[in-house]
């Protein structure tokens, strides 16, 4: 599955929000300001091998959607990896800090 490019990466922009958080809920909104669907969206503390669950389960976030992530998974980290899948058969993979994110923009 071929990965999406550099630009895109650079166009991952984070918007970061005064908050400390740590072993407690974290919430977030995904904004998708690309041109493709995100089908699948997988989050992790760095420190784990293995992707949780698809955070948008049976639902799909297409161009210009947004809406909100909950990551109550009890985890002491503050920093995750992320894994979106798209509806071209990209993928873009991200690394974190949730509990300084206020939201997080997709891009092309």
Do not use: H, K
């Not at 400390?20 to 760095?46: C, K, R």
């Not at 998974?73 to 690394?95: H, I, N």
């Amino acid at each position: 599955m071929p990965f999406r490019s550099p630009a895109l990466l650079a166009g991952a922009v984070l918007i970061a929000a005064a908050t400390a958080a740590s072993a407690q809920d974290v919430e977030y909104t995904l904004i998708n300001s690309s041109s493709a669907t995100v089908l699948e969206f997988y989050t992790s503390p760095v420190e784990d091998d293995m992707w949780g669950e698809d955070l948008l389960a049976m639902t799909d976030l297409l161009p210009g959607e947004q809406g909100s992530v909950l990551i109550a998974d009890g985890s002491q980290s503050c920093v995750y990896d992320m894994l979106f899948l798209f509806d071209d058969g990209t993928e873009l993979t991200d690394t974190v800090d949730i509990c300084e994110l206020a939201s997080y923009q997709l891009t092309d």
